[in-house]
């Protein structure tokens, strides 16, 4: 069975500073998804972003990217620029190629200091 | 377009007791999945629903089961509650059945349960 695993349990950035969140994960499949979630207090459940395991180049949108590292299973969230908005809870998650299971880690709280 | 929508916000029940927890998916999406997710921790998948057909079921017991009916909406049941039942419910819904579909769940608001 896939395991995702988030070694920090919370993280402080002050803001507009950069902040890397780490997520390990195991699985013996070649093709698989990962993804990451933020769920702030309100704790509506959002995608951050998503990366597909055959893609080579890192996945990226506006201030969030992804350091994936294929061969290590080690898949980080970098968010640079960090706003008051960006404190929340955030998930790694991992799907297999086959079904639609999302396995999620422990989370890591954010918080962002003015 | 409107996102998931899940009812009610918060119920609050007695051991022993039942509920049903409902879910509308984003328009266009046929595929509804559950997760509980306790105080502190990550989700845990419980069903997933594709075309009012169950296609995939986590590690939870046979109090636990849904359907989907044909408007692609769920229904999330738990009978003869427990403490241990507390938790955030989540729905989530996309495209397809999954598998190399590859498309992304969209969460709904959530239901938190809290049995005394």
């Known amino acids: 069975a896939q395991t995702v695993t988030q070694s920090q349990p919370e993280m402080s950035v002050q803001e507009a500073e950069t902040v890397t969140l780490s997520c390990t994960y195991d699985?013996?499949?070649?093709?698989?998804?990962l993804f990451w979630y933020k769920q702030p207090p309100s704790r509506q459940m959002i995608l951050v972003i998503r990366?597909?395991?055959?893609?080579?180049q890192n996945a990226t949108e506006n201030r969030f990217s992804v350091n994936f590292q294929k061969a290590a299973k080690s898949f980080s969230l970098k968010i640079s620029d960090s706003q008051l908005g960006d404190a929340a809870m955030y998930f790694c998650?991992?799907?297999?190629?086959?079904?639609?299971?999302?396995?999620f880690g422990a989370g890591t709280i954010l918080r962002v200091k003015s | 377009d409107a996102g998931v929508t899940q009812s009610p916000t918060h119920l609050i029940k007695t051991r022993g007791q039942q509920v049903t927890l409902r879910c509308s998916p984003i328009?266009?999406?046929?595929?509804v999945s559950w997760y509980q997710q306790v105080l502190g921790q990550g989700p845990q998948f419980i069903f997933q629903y594709y075309e009012k057909e169950e296609r995939g079921r986590g590690n939870f017991p046979d109090r636990f089961s849904a359907r989907q009916f044909p408007n692609y909406s769920s229904e999330l049941n738990v009978n003869a509650l427990l403490l241990g039942d507390s938790a955030l419910y989540l729905c989530a819904s996309n495209r397809g059945a999954g598998g190399q579909y590859a498309d992304t769940q969209y969460f709904g608001p959530g239901t938190r349960l809290t049995v005394l």
């Open positions: 328009s266009g999406h046929k595929s």
């Open positions: 699985t013996s499949e070649s093709d698989y998804y």
């Open positions: 998650a991992y799907r297999s190629e086959y079904g639609n299971k999302l396995v």
């Open positions: 990366q597909e395991a055959y893609k080579q």
